[in-house]
């Protein structure tokens, strides 16, 4: 019995697996081919209740938790990742409205979101920086009741799909820094607004691409969170998405283990099993010890959240391992299979699928800094 997951939440993973090895899993490699997501498979997750459990009933969604939400997340993305994102963007961009926009603007966004009816990008990298997050160059000047935005976001999920997104940009002078950033939630159908796709190697039912706002008219009481604080107060909401993205890309390692260790018990070579061979079976058990402590390092952190005790040391663990450890894992899967695991197929579309996350959401560099801050103090580990 896993120590973090009751009755219940054992109960709502094993509901939500068969929806997704019945519902998602059968479209995952032609999605990665059409490079679109089912908005018709999204109204069904909504009306199931699997996008952003976690959302508080104060705005009339389910209050479930942060474990709930990790439950449904690991076993969409057992099924296929880059669908996966529906829950990764519900939950991070959901709770940033719940907590820091003003309910007329908050409940409409989140009752949507919660349905399936709409997608919310997070607009934050740009072509000057990605880890430098708080360098920003994207204006946004407040005129009248309205803030108008010049500039652009680049590498962002879901930027030609997403209905809305969450744009940080700056206030205040560059020598400002964090303290001059504010966040505005941003309706994609305003005019100014142009968007591209790129071509990356994996993720492609989600895609990435650029945002580009000229003049971009938003009314003022879109702006989450004080002005000048947006970046300091919106972006706590990432200790919660990069333990999801844990989840997210160890769900895949898991999948790509359990077919393995059914293919190598079954193929045979010089008379015996190839599991027979230690340097066959050694490595995945090494790997499938791995894959179990980071997942219950990702539980442990969603219930150190839920419980409102400290975590961004392990959340930033969970970021910067996760992915590591999921790349590693999906590659000697598909070593392990030799020529047919070279094929084009489900190993390598998930060994594309998860190398984005080593980049993307924060490096492991920047992740095993905000864990040396943590612990020896941010004045013995300065930028």
Known sequence: MNPYLDEDLVALGEHTRCFAQGRVAPGFEARDTTRTLDRELMLEMGQMGFIAPELPE?????????????????????ADLSLSYINLLASLNGQILAQHAVPAIARPWLERL?????????ALTEPRGGSDAANLRLRMERVG???VLNGEKTSI??????????????????????????????????????????????????????????????PADHRLGDEGKGFVQVMQGFDFSRVLIG?????VAKASLEETWAYVAE???????????????????????????????????LWLKDRGLPHTAE?????????????????????SFGRGGYDRGPLE????????????????QIMKTIIARTNAGRDAVPA
């Open 267 to 301: 193929r045979e070579a010089f008379g015996k099993p190839l599991s027979a061979f230690q340097g066959v079976s050694h490595p995945l058990a090494e790997y499938e010890t791995q894959v179990e402590a980071a997942r219950l390092l990702c539980l442990q952190t």
């Open 247 to 251: 989840l997210q890309v160890l769900a």
């Open 315 to 335: 959340t930033a663990m969970c970021k910067w391992w996760g992915p590591k450890l999921a790349y590693d894992v999906v590659h000697q899967c598909l070593l």
């Open 58 to 78: 104060a705005y009339g969604e389910q209050g479930l938790g942060c474990l709930a939400a990790g439950v449904i997340h690991e076993e969409i993305a057992w």
């Open 114 to 122: 919660t349905q399936g009816r709409a997608l919310l990008a997070i």
């Open 157 to 218: 999920s879901a930027a030609d799909q997403a209905d809305a997104a969450v744009v940080f940009a700056r206030t205040g002078s560059v020598e400002d820094g964090a303290r001059g950033v504010s966040a505005i939630l941003v309706p994609m159908a305003l005019p100014g607004i142009t968007r591209n796709r790129f071509n990356c190697h994996g993720q492609c039912a989600i895609g990435r691409g650029s945002i580009f706002f000229e003049n971009v008219r938003v």
């Open 145 to 147: 009741d309205q803030y």
């Open 349 to 364: 579309q998930r060994l594309r699928d998860v190398l984005g996350f080593q980049i993307g959401d924060g490096t492991a």
